[in-house]
């Protein structure tokens, strides 16, 4: 095992099937967390997990439930910062310690637990702390909800949701995981986080939506997808990395692999 | 599908915004707490409306007088529960705002009456009683800062803080001034611009409708009142969105014990004098206000016009009852059961819809 992960330095990693001309890998990964430790008081989270994802790749993160995985995908957000270890954007040292500096790396997450307001209008969920104001910090509510009609007409298209100005409260859960799924992807840049982004949503919009995890992938955008799905991994993945008990067991690519060794390492761990 | 999906949404908005007036107004009225309370204000103001009609000698509601004196009673009360109506929305109390409203008031009155701003001296300062407020206004601000710095620091409820803060406050004002009243008649044009009269209008509840409309558009038209829906509602969403919540909390705080302090220089200006002990219960009459008016004691609910219904409906029973002669003890048992009534019905709201 230690082997299937000694060969996969980022530096001489290259996406499969990469895009032609201009976007192959050439140097340092899009982003990289070297030997990271996070503590919840004695609780030991994440253990030296080492961590990359490629320019133009799509990572599968897969575990068992309380392997650490929303754990990352939170320190990469920058809303959970590790207790010790080193993250890297293109190469460059980089704290992620807040929302702000994750978002100046180009990081949006769809959080395993949806992060909506209940109580608050779709639109005005989707703008949440990136309000489009004119002077003064004033809204323009009619901007928003233009561009709210327009997300969520595109994204992943939701069933029955036809009013931005709804309570979010009121949606089903599927609904309410379209709406966080449609914010992430119309405030993303480089790179998505998509946390068991599928876990409400029908047949359909899964399929939807892994159809634009692709479609971003072509775009030269890379997601690193959280699922238990093993097929739904397994379809749209380059690259996949098991964790377990916080640390990193398996990694392979996806030529390099089949589900059925990837049921074998999520199942024995 | 022959439509793409956002013309579908597209349409289904422009349908829904072209509703007739009277449907809009009917889906508001069921599907909005303050539109639930707005109709009970209204009929309320038509039962006494007719009242007064039928029964001009024995129920004088329609009397000029009456008029006058109620309105000019509201905005003390108004203008502090916009304040904690704020920081509901936020997800935090603040108890404390009754001992400000008398703290902050008797501060202002000794500052500007110890610079000459008393209107029966000689040659009274004009300056003097906005100094006064000034100060007032910024203290009220920064004990605001004090009270959200230790419950966000300590991680406790701002129900205890508060709770702490209201008792220290009280205890404060006797020992910075004693128990008895303080004379506040302050200097042109501090009187006027605070307390003057123009027929039925007082200058206290113009004021009010200021506060009213200016908070109107901080809440429900500006980037940091979506922040306090957010941070009320779902804190834990808000962070993950990229809101600071403590930064975002310490303003509401501000803003609270900011209007406890207004509320108090205002009020002690209509009445000329103040009793050290005259905000005291203000703070619970303030959060019923707004609960009245719609808002949740969990954060996240609650709107401006649903404050501004709620403070005029517990005015308007205070009237009634004073019109019928009926002894204090009932203002309390109505304004009581009008909470557990209001909150039954949200809730009843919010259920139906979901
Ligand atoms: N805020 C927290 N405080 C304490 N323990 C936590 C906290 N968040 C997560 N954990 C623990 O960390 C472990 C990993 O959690 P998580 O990253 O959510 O797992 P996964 O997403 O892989 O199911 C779990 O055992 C969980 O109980
Ligand atoms: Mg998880």
């Known amino acids: 095992m230690k082997d299937s992960l000694r060969h996969f330095s ?13 976007l192959a890998p050439i140097g340092a990964p899009l982003l ?23 320019r133009a790749e799509v990572v599968a993160l897969l575990g068992d439930n309380g392997a ?25 040292r980089t704290e992620l310690n807040s929302r702000a500096a994750s978002e100046r790396a180009g990081i949006e997450t769809i959080y395993q637990d949806i992060a909506l307001v209940d109580a608050m209008s779709i639109t005005r969920n989707i703008f949440m ?115 377990s008990h916080g640390t990193k067991v398996f990694e392979a690519a996806k030529q390099d692999t089949s589900i059925e060794e990837l049921t074998d390492h999520v199942i024995r761990t | 599908m022959s439509l793409s999906h956002a013309e579908h949404i597209r349409q289904a908005v422009a349908a829904h915004n072209a509703r007739p007036i009277p449907v809009k107004l009917a889906d508001w009225v069921r599907t909005s707490p ?3 309370i707005a109709v009970l204000f209204m009929v309320v103001q038509i039962a006494c409306i007719a009242g007064g009609l039928l029964f001009p ?13 109620t309105l000019k009673s509201i905005a003390p009360l108004g203008l502090m ?15 404390s705002v009754g001992a400000l409203y008398s703290f902050l008031s008797i501060v202002a009155a000794t500052v500007a009456n110890s610079l000459n701003g008393d209107i029966g001296g000689d040659h009274p300062s004009w300056a003097a009683p906005f100094i006064g407020l000034a100060l007032a206004l910024v203290l009220g601000g920064l004990i605001g800062c004090v009270h959200s710095a230790i419950t966000l620091r300590f991680n406790i409820p701002s129900f205890i803080t508060t709770l702490g803060g209201m008792l220290l406050w009280k ?53 940091l009142g979506n922040h306090f829906y957010a941070v009320g509602g779902n804190r834990n969403a808000a962070v993950a969105i990229g809101i600071k919540p403590n930064r975002t909390k310490t303003i509401a705080f501000a803003i609270a014990g900011f209007m406890a302090a207004f509320s108090g220089v205002v009020a002690a200006t209509r009445v000329g004098s103040i009793q050290p002990g005259g905000g005291l219960g203000m703070e619970l009459q303030a959060i019923a206000a707004c609960v009245i008016g719609g808002a949740a004691l969990t954060g996240g609910r609650g709107s401006i016009l649903g404050v501004v219904l709620g403070t005029a409906l517990v005015f308007t029973i205070q009237d009634i009852l004073l019109l019928l002669r009926a002894p204090g003890f009932y203002f309390d048992m109505f304004v009581g059961t009008l909470i557990v009534v209001a909150v039954i019905m949200n809730t009843a709201i919010r259920r139906s819809r979901a």
């Open chain 1, 129 to 243: 702390g990136r309000e489009i104001t004119t002077r003064l910090g004033f809204l323009d509510l009619r901007r928003m909800e233009e561009v709210a009609v327009e997300i969520l007409g595109s994204a992943v298209q939701i069933s029955g949701i036809d009013n931005p100005r709804k309570e979010v409260g009121f949606l089903s859960g599927g609904q309410k995981q379209a709406v966080a799924i449609a914010r992430a992807v119309y405030f993303k840049r480089n790179i998505l986080l998509l946390d068991e982004p599928t876990s409400a949503l029908s047949v359909r919009e899964t399929e939807h939506l892994l159809g634009y995890v692709r479609e971003l992938k072509s775009d030269g955008t890379s997601s690193v997808l959280v699922t238990h799905n093993l097929y739904h991994a397994y379809m749209v993945c380059d690259r996949f990395v098991v964790m």
């Open chain 1, 10 to 22: 980022p530096q001489a990693h290259v996406p499969v099937d990469a895009p032609t001309g201009g």
């Open chain 2, 171 to 223: 205890g404060a004002t006797l020992l910075y001034h004693g128990a008895s009243s303080l004379r506040f008649k302050p200097s042109e044009p501090f009187a006027t611009i605070f307390g003057g009269e123009y027929g039925v209008i007082h200058a206290s509840i113009v004021w009010f409708a200021i506060f009213a409309v200016a908070f109107y558009l901080l809440l429900h038209r500006h980037r």
């Open chain 2, 34 to 36: 303050e539109g639930g």
């Open chain 2, 81 to 95: 529960a916009l304040g904690v109506g704020v920081l509901m929305i936020a997800g935090e109390y603040d108890l």
């Open chain 2, 57 to 69: 000698d024995s129920f004088r509601y329609l009397l000029q007088a009456n008029i006058a004196v």
């Open chain 1, 68 to 92: 650490g995985k929303s754990t990352l995908v939170k320190m990469m957000s920058g809303i959970n910062p590790p207790t010790s270890g080193e993250i890297f954007v293109n190469g460059k």
């Open chain 1, 32 to 54: 990289e967390a070297r030997n990271i430790v996070k503590r919840y008081g004695s609780f030991v989270a994440l253990d030296d997990m080492n961590f990359f994802i490629g």
